[in-house]
């Protein structure tokens, strides 16, 4: 009965890789979003989909691609990957683009080596 | 752009100590306003919002009130326990796209 859930956990990966980190709800809800805690426990929005459409798009890397084939999933997927990648993502869900409580994930914490 | 800045820590208290958090922000609109906490190892949960001025948003025994005027929403507890230790995080939301900008995070440490 999981709510928002991402795969993997733990991600330890070489540079120039490339890897994907996937992201489920089971709420209903109808925005998700990806977010980046850097090292220094700092919280940054990369991107967000409302029923499947791109609604933000911060000034992210063209090597991060999300991709959202239904509204309960949205994926991350990350090009040829550097040691700056490194860091812990979240996605997060909420039940529209309105001010809505978003609810978070567990986190995947990738490593690039 | 919207900002939050909220007191770096590492905040360490003794248990059944008063804490206070404080954040103040900065945005063009009238966002809603959040406290989430992290606990070790674990994600985001949220655990208070407010959503229009002078709003008071209350959980587990943390409070915080949406003050317009000194643009705050400082997070209280009276009386802390071990458990509370985790990092806790202060952030707003505009309703265009309802992206949550965050604070810095602070880490709080209750010792025994």
């Known amino acids: 009965d999981t709510a928002v859930s991402q795969t993997p956990k733990y991600l330890v990966t070489q540079m120039g890789n490339d890897k994907s980190i996937k992201c489920e709800q089971n709420?209903?809800?109808?925005?998700m979003y990806w977010y980046k805690q850097d090292s220094k426990k700092f919280l940054k929005i990369m991107f967000s989909y409302n029923n499947k459409e791109l609604i933000i798009n911060e000034t992210v890397p063209n090597r991060f691609s999300p991709k959202s084939p239904d509204k309960a999933h949205l994926n991350l997927h990350i090009n040829s990957l550097e040691l700056g990648d490194s860091a812990v993502y979240f996605c997060a869900s909420s039940w529209s683009v309105s001010t809505d409580t978003q609810y978070f994930g567990p986190g995947t914490r990738l490593t690039v080596l | 752009g919207d900002s939050v800045t909220q007191m770096e820590g590492p905040v360490t208290l003794s248990e059944e100590a008063f804490l206070t958090i404080n954040c103040t922000y900065t945005?063009?609109?009238?966002?809603?306003l959040f406290w989430y906490v992290q606990y070790p190892g674990e994600g985001l949960q949220l655990l208070l919002k407010?959503?229009?001025?002078?709003d008071k948003g209350s959980n587990k025994g943390f409070e915080a009130t949406y003050r317009k005027e000194t643009t705050s929403f400082h997070l209280e507890k009276g009386s802390v326990q071990v458990s509370d230790s985790a990092v806790y995080f202060c952030?707003?939301?505009?309703?265009?796209?309802?992206?949550?900008?965050f604070g810095g995070g602070t880490r709080v440490l209750v010792k025994p």
């Open positions: 945005a063009t609109g009238y966002p809603s």
């Open positions: 952030a707003l939301s505009e309703a265009a796209g309802n992206k949550l900008t």
């Open positions: 709420l209903g809800h109808d925005t």
């Open positions: 407010a959503t229009k001025a002078d």
